[in-house]
């Protein structure tokens, strides 16, 4: 019997996702912890790997193919003395076969993809974290008419999405393509908007990348969802500056060099954990308050902004928090952060202050509650002691999801945020 | 001093106790007025004693039948005074039942005739005449209807009968015109009927029981005739002359032609009258549309703090829609957001035999809706449980859209449907489309198996026909 290897799911919320690249050809011998294809999930690339011994039987799925569904036979797998099998006709979606035997991945398996096959084991709806609640008619309209059931709100009990909140929301652009034979509701459909017509002006259209669909979609739904409020405060960072400067020179020898942006985190974490009233997150029955400050730090990468997680940042050294942000921020370079690295956090800090931003508003990354924008410190015109001075003063503008954190509350974050930073010798007790 | 509450429901019934229960349950001080028996219509003269009636009839069936099962019974008759008796005993019981519920939630009941005296007021006027003054900030109208009369011959109770006396005959009729083929006229021609009357049905519209679908009317039709009962459809009862000996009514048949026949006894089932009169809904402003009081989702009438369910409002008439909806009403005084009801998932039953059962629209209303439909239909004589039973008259139709899989509606005819029906309904309620339906395993062997064929069918897979 040939082995079905099928389209992996590579997070708990993947349902579809691009082969962009297959590692192996026809005929080829493998062994089970060999590297197969590179698949690329709604956020980060991700190699995947084989499970059983073989030779590659037949390649069913083409490298560059979209939106196969997990589930999808992307490969068959001969077993030492077959010959190669009929070629299937309609490869069927069922629950990935490796998720049968993640234990039995051997030790040769790169050690960062060992969490994703185990990460697989889990059917996706089973995560409970971002499943979509939906009526199968929901569903089904949905996908007739390319609507993301996911930037629905449902009214039914429980907050499920009926036929009426599908019939109520406009469809995908008209030319959208045709979600692939299946029926089931597609997972990163466009957020549902017109489609503009491209003015006659010489230009070149680029396909959007999951990573920019995702982004898309999940910036368009804090904005019509979240009610934003905005405060802004000055900050002197005199202090900070020259605390980092003795930590520095302290550190050398370790070979740690801690960045502004570093001790921000810290500061961020540790404000938090002050004023838990702005480490929450919204739901539409209940308010989630996190005793843990997770901090989601954008960074931006050629493929769009990711914002992988420093977890626990509170109770994290300096030297760490600086060790794990730098190998953080490489990988996501190299698209190549697992899932977990990036899903999750209770926070968010954008830092634009290396291209001279003074001061910018943030769009909070929902579920999130807030997010820091910190603009760049400069030498300004300063009142110290009554007297007209000159100190190293950042602008930092905290947005809040005002359905979840009152102003005052907010307020008190940024005073607290403040206090640290011109302080900063509070955060390291 | 007026005795203050959360909330007064004016009726009893089954949407006025369950309404006091949930208000209950939600903490609210609640109050209940009932002017007769508690438990309303419903399981005092309606659904609950015919229910009882329709049993016994049922039994008498197969007992006239035992030989088809191998079984001999000899010497059988029936004894209608006892059967009205056991009748009686089943709504005493339950009206007993409902006591206790109000007694348990600790809902103060009022018995005598309300009346709302001012926004947030009403009085109770005791059988001795005794008057009570209560206040809430809401007042839930649940105080239903009752039978409508012919506009020339008005129930006597003697020969010409409305449910109620037809729920405690004095005696058994020998020749029995039943006016009207909805759900009641129905039920009692077929309980007459297999308790010995000779009965004939007039129905003005075109078919029997006209709100169901057409290809129910056509089987029932066909089954009541089997039985021996006379249908006459397209036709009216001009007059009525009651004699020494009976009543002489004059029927315009589907032809024009008028013919005069006797019957011992005349049971006028021709729609309900709704109990809006002498309540002071006039005075407060209440806002009615052909005698039924206007509601808006939450079941909340155009003045604020007056709600209104069950019957007194629109249709469908029937006691679980005035249950669903008293959740409806206390939830929303309660501010709790209840989700409005859909009609379309509200279900029907009718105990005639065979029994009849639907909800959502009929092929022909979907139809005139314009969706474009898939249409199964899978009859009793096709399930082993059916023909086991010796029950193979009927069928299971199911209508879906065909453009979406959405389950559009469901009609049965047959033994026993009134339990399946709530398979559809749940389905309805959860948006299920085709598929899930067909991936449901059913149970075997059970009448229920036709619901999934009845699906099966609809996109041309049925397994066992």
New interface residues.
Partial sequence: MPIEIKMPALSPTMEEGTLAKWLVKEGDTVKSGDLLAEIETDKATMEFEAVDEGTIGQILIAEGTDNVKVGTVIATINGDDEAAPAPKAAPKAETPKAEAAPAAAPKAAPADAKPALATSAAPPASSGGERVKASPLARRIAAEKSIDLAALTGTGPNGRIIRADVEGAKGGAAAAPAPAAGTSAPAAAPPASKPASVPDIPHEATKLSNVRKVIARRLTESKQTVPHIYLTVDIRLDALLKLRGDLNKALESRGVKLSVNDLIIKALAASLIQVPKCNVMFTPDQLISFSRADISVAVSTPSGLITPIIADAANKGLAAISTEMKDLATRARDNKLKPEEYMGGTASLSNMGMYGIKQFEAVINPPQGMIMAIGAGEKRPYIVDDALGVATVMSATGSFDHRAIDGADGAELMQAFKALVESPLGMLA | MADTFDLIVLGSGPGGYVAAIRAAQLGLRTAIVERENLGGICLNWGCIPTKALLRSAEIYHYMQHATDYGLVAEKISADIDAVVKRSRGVAKQLNQGVTHLMKKNKITVFMGDGKLTGKGKLSVTAADGKVSELAAANIIVATGARARDLPFAKADGKRIWTYRHAMVPAEMPSKLLVIGSGAIGIEFASFYNDMGAEVTVVEMLDRVVPVEDADVSTFLEKALKKQGMTIMTGAGVDKLDVTASGVKAAIKGKDGKVTTSEFSHVIVAIGIVPNTENIGLEALGVKTERGHIVTDPTCKTNVDGIYAIGDVTAPPWLAHKASHEGVIAVEAIAGKHP?AMDVRNIPGCTYCHPQIASVGLTEARAKEAGYAVKVGNFPFIGNGKAIALGESEGFIKTVFDAK???LLGAHMIGAEVTELIQGYTIGKT????E??LMETVFPHPTLSEMMHESVLAAYGRTLHM
Avoid: F
Wanted: proline letters at 0%.
């Fill in positions: 989700h979406t899989g959405e959860l948006e299920t489309t598929a899930e």
